[in-house]
């Protein structure tokens, strides 16, 4: 890894670590697009530490020596290192590539949930059995769970008091035993993976992206989707990392169940979850974190958006929570029988 001190407001110092001399330069958030004769490539700007850093290209050489090729390479300086550090932030370079704009909305996600489907199968590892983990996962995420129920019920409550609810509040009120009920399952569902993971005194872990969603995908003109942006990669079950990109992906459409299961199906063409794994994976989504976030944003509204976008806004979410808890108990775990 270079590091360089040097009080230097210019990229100049960094991009002669690649030899590069820039025809053109960009900036796109935290990235700058370099246009020059050797080619077009991507310089993010990042606030990594050594640390991450290091296992940041780890991981990106381990990807690389398993042969995974749908993952946007790094470009190595030319000593060798594949990030620059400049007081306290760290770059890394890539190749600039630019989305096929022709791809159908629907086939986005499936490509999606195929690369990271193909990415946890490349690297899932049964881990040495550690009681101790599994207790110690199980009883924090049960913790900040609880928190936030708590949260959601003050809200409630001081709703409640009010002699004239605002019309968000009252559209909360009128779903928050349902939302409330989901947040109780969920507690069940993890409580059951605690349990059978006990039981077969195993578990499983892989290479998490952990923010995976289609600003972390290029869309290819081949059909290909590339991954980027591994800087929260981590160890860790493939449930909680194909939670985040479901999440994530309801964002995009107004979500229904054919397409999860359209999905859950893509993803297990390369790695089956085992059924502790459901039960862990349909914890994470039934949890009404969507709801939360929302309450969040209300709590903290500042103006910019009307009382009308805030309410639409809930009951977006509100429909997409209803048909997660379709999608769960009709195609994850068909246990029909037990839909709260």
């Known amino acids: 890894m270079i590091t360089n001190n040097a009080p230097q407001n210019s990229i100049g110092h960094i991009l002669f670590q690649y030899d590069l001399y820039p025809e053109k330069i960009e900036q796109f958030g935290k990235v700058k697009k370099i ?15 050594q640390d991450q850093a290091n296992w940041f290209c780890h991981c990106m050489s381990r990807l690389q020596k398993l042969n995974y090729k749908q993952v946007v390479p790094l470009v190595a300086t030319k000593y060798g290192d594949l990030t620059v550090t400049k007081g306290n932030k760290t770059y890394y ?14 086939k986005k996600e499936k490509i999606l949930f195929k690369q990271l489907g193909k990415l946890h199968g490349l690297t899932v590892k049964h881990q040495e059995f550690s009681k101790e983990t599994i207790e110690t996962s199980a009883q924090d995420l049960i913790s900040r769970w609880e928190k936030r129920r708590l949260d959601m019920e003050y809200f409630a409550e001081e709703a409640e008091r009010k002699t004239y609810m605002s019309p968000f509040e009252l559209t909360f009120l009128t779903h928050y035993s349902r939302l409330d009920m989901m947040a109780t399952t969920a507690t069940k569902y993890l409580k059951e993976w605690h349990d059978q993971c006990l039981e077969k005194q195993s578990y499983r872990a892989v290479l998490c992206h952990s923010k995976l969603d289609r600003s972390h995908i290029f869309y290819h003109p081949n059909g290909y989707g590339y991954l980027f942006n591994f800087e929260k990669a981590e ?74 976008q805030y309410v639409q806004l809930l009951e977006k979410r509100i429909i997409t929570m209803t048909r997660v808890q379709h999608f769960i108990h009709q195609t994850l775990l068909n246990d029909k029988s037990s839909q709260p």
Request: charge should be negative; charged fraction near 30%; include cysteine.
């Open 35 to 49: 246009v020059s004769s050797r080619g077009t490539f991507a310089l993010k700007e990042t606030r990594m530490t």
């Open 93 to 106: 370079l890539q190749p600039w590539f630019t989305e096929d704009p022709q791809i159908p909305e629907e």
């Open 235 to 308: 160890l860790d079950t493939p449930a909680r990392d194909l939670a985040i990109s479901f999440r994530k992906s309801f964002q995009y459409t107004l979500w229904n169940e054919d397409q999860g299961a359209e999905w859950l199906d893509t993803y297990q063409q390369f790695l089956l979850l085992e059924e502790e794994e459901k039960k862990l994976f349909a914890s994470y989504l039934i949890y009404p974190e969507l709801i939360f976030h929302c309450l969040d944003l209300y709590k903290n509204r500042d103006g910019s958006i009307t009382e009308l």
